[in-house]
């Protein structure tokens, strides 16, 4: 909510808390914790029900919210990504791949395969990529789809900043490379949702 005054603009607290959380990454207070309880325990209490307090529970908001951020978890471009918008892109990334798919195929793809992908991922850390070639992914390296699953796939783990080809079409093998890892626990948690998906 925005609404010009006669002199400025005034912001609403869905548009200040962006600002107001890298005020609080910028200032880098010191124990800033303990300084808002410090000003919580000793603010009069009709203080703490007028403006005062809503300010106080802003910078609050903004501070828990910048304490919930995995710091490790970055975008191509460096910048700061929380877990959510990763899963929302994966999400949006499955939705429009399955569309091209069903397209192209007139079927709806498996998908399980990406989540199991993906826990394979978190086991793999530190390395540059691996391969994998089992029986159960033949689908996806062979047959009269397999150029579809392989665009599907390389649509959702590019969101995760992983490449997939196929090494062998004969072997059904393929292979996941690392342009930029993740923590564990983001491979996992995104393979729990498209597990969840195909429920």
């Given at each position: 909510y925005q609404r010009r005054v006669r002199d400025g603009l005034v912001l609403g607290s869905e548009d200040k808390f962006p600002i107001l959380s890298y005020v609080v990454v910028r200032a880098n207070v010191p124990a800033l914790f303990s300084e808002l309880q410090l000003v919580r325990d000793f603010a009069h209490g009709t203080?703490?029900?007028?403006?005062?307090?809503?300010?106080?529970?802003?910078?609050?908001?903004?501070?828990?919210?910048?304490?919930?951020l995995d710091w490790n978890l970055c975008d191509a471009d460096g910048v700061l990504v929380p877990l959510r918008v990763i899963e929302q892109r994966v999400v949006a990334a499955l939705a429009a791949?399955?569309?091209?798919?069903?397209?192209?195929?007139?079927?709806?793809?498996?998908?399980?395969?990406?989540?199991?992908?993906?826990?394979?991922?978190?086991?793999?850390?530190?390395?540059?990529?691996?391969?994998?070639?089992?029986?159960?992914?033949?689908?996806?390296?062979?047959?009269?789809?397999?150029e579809h699953y392989i665009a599907l796939g390389r649509r959702v783990l590019d969101v995760l900043g992983l490449d997939l080809e196929v090494i062998d079409d004969e072997a059904a093998s393929v292979r996941v490379a690392f342009r930029r890892p993740y923590p564990l626990y983001v491979y996992s948690h995104v393979s729990g949702v498209l597990q969840q998906g195909c429920k």
């Open positions: 203080q703490l029900r007028e403006e005062a307090g809503f300010r106080l529970v802003e910078l609050e908001q903004a501070l828990e919210y910048v304490n919930t791949a399955t569309s091209d798919f069903t397209a192209a195929t007139t079927r709806v793809p498996r998908v399980l395969w990406l989540a199991e992908l993906l826990l394979l991922c978190g086991t793999k850390r530190g390395a540059t990529g691996f391969e994998v070639d089992a029986l159960e992914y033949a689908y996806i390296a062979r047959g009269a789809e397999s």
